[in-house]
């Protein structure tokens, strides 16, 4: 099934990388999650990360001109292969752009997929959450248990808290999520094709749910 083209939605700590990955990893697709493109702007200091960090810091969403331009040349790099965009399209503005800039290239997303989780359950996963700085590895200290406490089980990383993973940051995320991208939602679902599954339970479990219905 190579050269798909998915879509994954869902609100902040509903698992959206972590099952993004197995998905790509499962289908042979490129994973293009845009909070890691910014993530490693920020770390390397470029005009892109000088651009987006205070917003990312608060829990507000990048600008829509500055995402499009991150879009257009990640989609330029990845060429021919498939994908999973991962946090992308995020308003109805860049669903929009999105759809002419696959349109220029003659490519049709074949599945959105939607992960729905209930706002208080966000909250207690993202305070637990916790990523390597290194490789971008999620774990969780409720759910995901490392060989070393606190250490990256991959690259041996100390692992840190997200900045916007406090909780003010993560209310203010979700408040952002149901008023900006709910209505991306919404722009998929009445064009068909949306599969939605409920992201709660274990992660084997909700990953094994995803390839059912996509099937
Ligand atoms: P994520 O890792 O997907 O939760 O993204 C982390 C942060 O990066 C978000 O809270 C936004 O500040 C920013 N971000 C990522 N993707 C987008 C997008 N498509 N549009 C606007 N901001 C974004």
Same mark, same amino acid.
């Given at each position: 099934?190579?050269?798909?083209h *998915?879509? *994954? ?54 600008p ?5 331009? *991150? ?12 994908? @999973?965009?991962?946090?992308?399209p ?9 759809d002419g ?5 003659a490519?049709?997303i074949d599945?959105?997929?939607? @992960?729905? &989780?209930d ?11 916790? @990523? ?5 590895? !999620?774990y ?12 990256c089980?991959?690259c ?5 808290s997200?900045?916007d ?5 993560i ?6 999520y ?5 209505? !991306? ?5 009445q064009?068909?094709?949306? &599969?939605?599954?409920?992201?709660a339970?274990?992660i084997?479990? *909700?990953?094994?749910? @995803? ?5």
């Open positions: 099934m190579a050269g798909r *998915i879509v *994954i939605l869902g609100p902040p700590g509903s698992g959206k990388g972590t099952q993004a990955v197995r998905i790509a990893h499962e289908l042979g697709l490129e994973h293009l999650s845009t909070g890691d493109v910014l993530r490693r702007a920020v770390a390397n200091k470029t005009p892109l990360g000088e651009k987006a960090g205070g917003f990312m810091k608060q829990g507000l969403l990048v829509d001109e500055v995402m499009l331009g *991150i879009i257009q040349e990640e989609l330029d790099r990845l060429g021919d292969a498939g994908w @999973i965009l991962d946090g992308f995020r308003t109805l503005a860049q669903a929009e752009a999105l800039q696959l349109e220029e290239r490519v049709k599945t959105v997929l939607l @992960i729905e &989780v706002p208080d359950e966000i909250v207690a996963r993202l305070t637990a959450r916790r @990523i390597c700085p290194s490789c971008n590895m !999620v969780n200290l409720a759910t995901i248990s490392t060989r070393e406490p606190g250490m089980d991959k041996g990383e100390k692992l840190v997200r900045p993973d406090d909780e003010e940051t209310r203010r995320r979700l408040d952002v149901d008023e900006q991208t709910k209505p !991306v939602i919404d722009f998929y679902r064009r068909g094709g949306l &599969v939605a599954v409920k992201g339970g274990g084997d479990e *909700i990953t094994a749910e @995803i390839f059912r219905l996509m099937k």
